[in-house]
C-alpha cells in the first residue's frame, strides 16, 4: 500500500513529457513539477478542442487524443483517491494513480463521441458529490465515504460507482503493469505456438471430469 | 496514365480485384485498377505489439473507429464520410460496411477461409429452395486448390469426409496450429452431443511456405499484418502483380459508371477523384468491377444509357437483386472450470484455430430450418480490453487484492459462441438507387431492403438453443438476457460483412447478369469478379471463395483475351 495517502500528497499528472507539452500549448499554462511529469493546474485560455481523432489516424504511433480535458484539479484529486480505493497498490503491482488512471478518465469523460458523452455527467457528477467528503476531510470521514460507496441505494451513486470502477479496471487492466497483475503473457513473438502446456492440460482433464466429460 | 492503353480496368483492390489483377498482369494484360480509398501499406501501418493503453480510450470503439482504435480499416465502418447509403421505409435493418483504403475488406477480415461445400452450389436441387448456381463445387475446386496454396491457409489434418465440408487435398493446406486450453475444453461438450470439431482453415502462413513470412503468434490479425503473414490483398496479391510491371494503381478514384461505345461494349469508366472532386474517364478493351457488391451493383445502376434506361445489364431487373448476407449471433458463458488455470498464451493465429462446421444436414426437416450454420468460437487469456470488468458479475463491487484475486481468477473463463449460417435469397432482400440521395459528388446511392425470412430466423433460434446448451454442459453461466426469440436475436441485415449476390451468375440473361466467369450477359467485354456473382449464401464465410472465383473468371477472362474476342 502507499504509504501516503493520496488526499495530503497531490495528484500528479503520468502523462509524458512530449504530450505534457504538446497538452500544454492546448490548455494554457500548467505548472512544470519534475522531469516528465506536470502538476495539475487551472488551465487557462485557448479554444476548447472538441473534434474526435478521425477516420484515419495514425495508429503505429498514435497521436494523443486531440480533444481539450475538462476536470479540474479538485476532479483529478477526487478520481485519484477513488481509483485508489479500487485498485491501490498491492505487492509488485502499483496503485491505479500511479499508473495515471485519473488521467485517463479525463480523457475519457472529455472525448466527443457518444458513449463518452453519456458517461460524462455521470462521472463528473459523481466526482464532484463526492469531493465534498474525501478532499480535506479527515482520513476516517474519506475511508466511510469511500466504504459506503459500493452498498449506495441512490440510483445516480451507484450508476457513478458502476460506470467508475469499470473504467478504473479496464484502464488499469490495459497496461504493462495490468498485464502483470492479471497474467496476460502474450503479445510476443513466437516462432511457433506450442498450445498450452502438460500442466495446464492436467487441470483442464480433472475439470472436465468433474463436469462428467 | 492519360497516354497508357490498358487491356483491363479493374475497379476495386480487395479480395475480387486484388485476384484478378494478380492473374491478368501474370497472363501479360496490361491494367489500370482504380480503388477508391487511399494508398495503404500494411508492412508500414500496422500497429503489431502496440498496447491498448497506448491508443486513445484504450482502443475502444467509436463512430470514427467502430471496431476499435486498431482495427485496420480507414475511412470507413458503417458510415463513410460522404458517402451515404439509405434504408427503404418499413425495411428491416440494414447496415453496410465500408472502407476506403487499397486492398479493401482484406485488411481486416476474419481470416476464416472455408470452402464451400457440393450441397451449396446445388442448394434448390436438394431441397428445392433459392437457386442453384451455374458451376458445381467440382468445377471450383481446382481453383480452390490454387486459391489456398497462393493465401496461405492452415488447417491441414485427416480427411473427416463431413458431408458438404470438404477436405482440401494433401499439399493445400498448411499444418493447423494447436488447439488451444478454451479450445480443448469447449470441444468435450459438443462431442458429448454428437457434434464435430475440426481444425479452421485460417488464411495464416502457420508454418513454412516459400515467400511468405510465418505467422509471429501474436497480435490481432485484424490489425493487418505487418509481415504478411496473414492473407491481405496488399500484402499477398498486388505487390506480385505490380512487380510484372503491367500494373497501374490509381487510388481515391471513386468509379460510377461503365462508360459504353456505339457499338454497345464497355469502353472504360468515369470515375471522381475524392480527394479533388475532378471527374476523369478512362478506357481499356474491357472492365472488371470487383468493387464489393454493394458498390459493383450501384456502378451497374448509376450506368444509365438509352440501350439500358435502368442501368447496365439489368434489362430483367436484377441487378440489385438476390442480396445476401450471413445469419449472425452470438452468446457467452463464463466458465468455472476455466477459472485459475495457470498462465499460458493464448493469442495463437489470430483465426480461431478449431470450429464447428453444421452438423444437421441430414436432419433438417426435423430441426425446422432449411439450412445449416457453422459455430465460431472465441475464448482465451488474450490481451485485455476496457471491458476487463465485464468478468465479473454485473453486481461484483469488489476492491484492492480482492478484486485483484478475482479478475485474476477468472481471466480467460469466457467463452463466445457466434453461428454462422446460410440464408435463402428472397425477394424482400435487394438494393436500388435512392431516388433522391446523392453523395458528396451527386452520385445516386444506394437504397437497401431487408427481410430475414423464417428460415433464417428459425436457423438463428436455434443456435441459442445449442449455444445454451453448450454453455449448460460445461458448468458455465450464460451472460445475461439471452435473447431466445430468433426474429430478435438475429442479426441486422449486413452485419456479418458478407453482402453478396447483387448480379448474380446463372444460365442465361433472364435468370441472372453474368455467365459463370462472370462475363456479362448484355456487355460482352464487361466481367463481374466479386461476391456479387454468388448465387448463393452458404454458412461458410464468402472471401475464399470470391477469391477463388475471381482466379477463374480471370483465367476465362485472360484465354477470351489472347483469342481477340474482347
Redesign the interface.
Known amino acids: 500500500m502507499s504509504s501516503t495517502p493520496p488526499q495530503d500528497e497531490p495528484y500528479v499528472s503520468k502523462i509524458d513529457r512530449r504530450s505534457a507539452i504538446a497538452w500544454m500549448g492546448v490548455v494554457g499554462a500548467a505548472l512544470a513539477g519534475g522531469a516528465g511529469v506536470i502538476v495539475y493546474g487551472e488551465r487557462m485560455g485557448g479554444e476548447r478542442v472538441t473534434r474526435?481523432?478521425?477516420?484515419?489516424?495514425k495508429?503505429?504511433k498514435?497521436e494523443?487524443?486531440p480533444w481539450s480535458r475538462i476536470m479540474v484539479p479538485a476532479q483529478l484529486q477526487t478520481a485519484a483517491i477513488l481509483a485508489d480505493?479500487?485498485?491501490?497498490a498491492?505487492g509488485a503491482?502499483p496503485s491505479a494513480s500511479s499508473l495515471g488512471i485519473p488521467d485517463?478518465i479525463d480523457?475519457?469523460v472529455s472525448?466527443p463521441?457518444?458513449?463518452?458523452v453519456k458517461d460524462r455527467p455521470v462521472i463528473m457528477n459523481g466526482l464532484n458529490a463526492l469531493s465534498v467528503h474525501v478532499l480535506k476531510t479527515s482520513a476516517a470521514d474519506r475511508a466511510k465515504a469511500l466504504a459506503a460507496l459500493?452498498?449506495s441505494a441512490d440510483p445516480a451513486t451507484k450508476a457513478f460507482?458502476k460506470k467508475f470502477?469499470?473504467?478504473t479496471?479496464?484502464?488499469?487492466?490495459?497496461?504493462?503493469e495490468?498485464?502483470k497483475?492479471?497474467?496476460?503473457?502474450?503479445?510476443?513473438?513466437?516462432?511457433?505456438?506450442?498450445?498450452?502446456?502438460a500442466?495446464?492440460?492436467a487441470?483442464?482433464e480433472r475439470?472436465?471430469q468433474?463436469?462428467g466429460? | 496514365m492519360a497516354t497508357e492503353t490498358y487491356d483491363v480496368i479493374i475497379v476495386g483492390s480487395g479480395a475480387g480485384g486484388g485476384m484478378s489483377a494478380y492473374h491478368l498482369t501474370k497472363a501479360g494484360l496490361k491494367v489500370l485498377m482504380l480503388e477508391a480509398g487511399r494508398n495503404y501499406d500494411p508492412r508500414v501501418e500496422t500497429p503489431m505489439f502496440n498496447t491498448n493503453a497506448e491508443a486513445p480510450l484504450r482502443g475502444v470503439g467509436t463512430p470514427d473507429k467502430p471496431f476499435g482504435f486498431y482495427d485496420a480499416t480507414v475511412d470507413g465502418g458503417w458510415e463513410v464520410p460522404n458517402e451515404p447509403y439509405t434504408v427503404a421505409e418499413g425495411s428491416e435493418p440494414f447496415i453496410w460496411w465500408r472502407p476506403r483504403m487499397l486492398g479493401g475488406r482484406t485488411n481486416h477480415w476474419g481470416r476464416i477461409a472455408l470452402r464451400f461445400g457440393p450441397l451449396d452450389f446445388k442448394p434448390r436441387s436438394r431441397d428445392g429452395l433459392g437457386y442453384d448456381w451455374p458451376i458445381t463445387y467440382d468445377d471450383l475446386a481446382p481453383w480452390y486448390d490454387k486459391t489456398e496454396k497462393l493465401v496461405g491457409v492452415s488447417g491441414a489434418y485427416p480427411p473427416q469426409n463431413l458431408l458438404n465440408t470438404p477436405d482440401s487435398p494433401p499439399g493445400c493446406l498448411m499444418e493447423a496450429a494447436p488447439p488451444r486450453a478454451f479450445e480443448i475444453f469447449y470441444a468435450r461438450a459438443f462431442k458429448a452431443m454428437g457434434i464435430p470439431v475440426i481444425p479452421m482453415h485460417g488464411a495464416v502462413v502457420s508454418g513454412q511456405m516459400e515467400g511468405r513470412n510465418t505467422c509471429l503468434f501474436a497480435t490481432p490479425c485484424g490489425r493487418g499484418c505487418a509481415i504478411g503473414a496473414n492473407f491481405q490483398s496488399t500484402t499477398v496479391l498486388l505487390p506480385p502483380a505490380m512487380a510484372t510491371g503491367n500494373l497501374t494503381i490509381r487510388t481515391n478514384a471513386l468509379v460510377y459508371q461503365v462508360d459504353l461505345d456505339k457499338a454497345g461494349k464497355a469502353r472504360g469508366v468515369s470515375f471522381v477523384d475524392r480527394k479533388t472532386g475532378e471527374h476523369h474517364s478512362v478506357t481499356a478493351k474491357s472492365v472488371v468491377l470487383a468493387a464489393g457488391s454493394g458498390e459493383t451493383a450501384r456502378i451497374l445502376l448509376n450506368s444509365k444509357s438509352p440501350k439500358f434506361p435502368d442501368g447496365l445489364c439489368n434489362t430483367h431487373g436484377m441487378v440489385g437483386r438476390y442480396l445476401m448476407d450471413s445469419v449472425g449471433l452470438g452468446v457467452s458463458g463464463q466458465f468455472p472450470a476455466l477459472e485459475g488455470l495457470p498462465p499460458t498464451n493464448d493469442d495463437g493465429q489470430g483465426t480461431q484455430h478449431t470450429y464447428v462446421p453444421w452438423w444437421g444436414y441430414e436432419k433438417q426437416k426435423e430441426l425446422g430450418f432449411p439450412r445449416g450454420y457453422h459455430i465460431e468460437i472465441g475464448g482465451g487469456r488474450h490481451m485485455p480490453s476496457m471491458g476487463m470488468a465485464g468478468l465479473l458479475p454485473d453486481d461484483e463491487t469488489s476492491v484492492g487484492d480482492d478484486l485483484r484475486a478475482k479478475l485474476r481468477n477468472r481471466f480467460g473463463s469466457t467463452i463466445g459462441f457466434d453461428g454462422r449460417g446460410e440464408m435463402i435469397p428472397n425477394d424482400d432482400c435487394y438494393c436500388e438507387l435512392d431516388p433522391t440521395t446523392k453523395d458528396k459528388w451527386g452520385i445516386p446511392v444506394l437504397r437497401f431492403h431487408w427481410k430475414w425470412g423464417e428460415s433464417e430466423t428459425n436457423q438463428a433460434a436455434h443456435m441459442v438453443k445449442t449455444f445454451l446448451e453448450v454453455i449448460d454442459r460445461l458448468g458455465g453461466k450464460p451472460e445475461p438476457h439471452v435473447e431466445t426469440d430468433g426474429r430478435k436475436a438475429i442479426s441486422k441485415g449486413g452485419e456479418m460483412i458478407h453482402e453478396i449476390g447483387t448480379a448474380r451468375m446463372g444460365h442465361n440473361d433472364t435468370d441472372s447478369v453474368v455467365n459463370q466467369y462472370g462475363q456479362s450477359w448484355a456487355v460482352p467485354n464487361l466481367f463481374v469478379m466479386d461476391g456479387a456473382v454468388m448465387v448463393s449464401s452458404p454458412d461458410k464465410n464468402p472471401t475464399l471463395s470470391i477469391i477463388a472465383l475471381a482466379w477463374r473468371s480471370a483465367d476465362n477472362l485472360a484465354t477470351l483475351a489472347k483469342q481477340g474476342a474482347l
Open positions: 474526435g481523432y478521425g477516420t484515419d489516424p495508429l503505429v498514435p494523443k487524443a480505493f479500487i485498485l491501490p498491492s503491482a485517463f480523457e475519457w472525448a463521441y457518444p458513449s463518452q459500493p452498498a460507482w470502477r469499470h473504467l479496471i479496464g484502464a488499469y487492466y490495459t497496461t504493462p495490468g498485464f497483475d492479471v497474467g496476460y503473457i502474450g503479445n510476443v513473438a513466437r516462432t511457433a505456438d506450442p498450445g498450452p502446456s500442466e495446464v492440460k487441470v483442464l475439470e472436465l468433474k463436469l466429460l
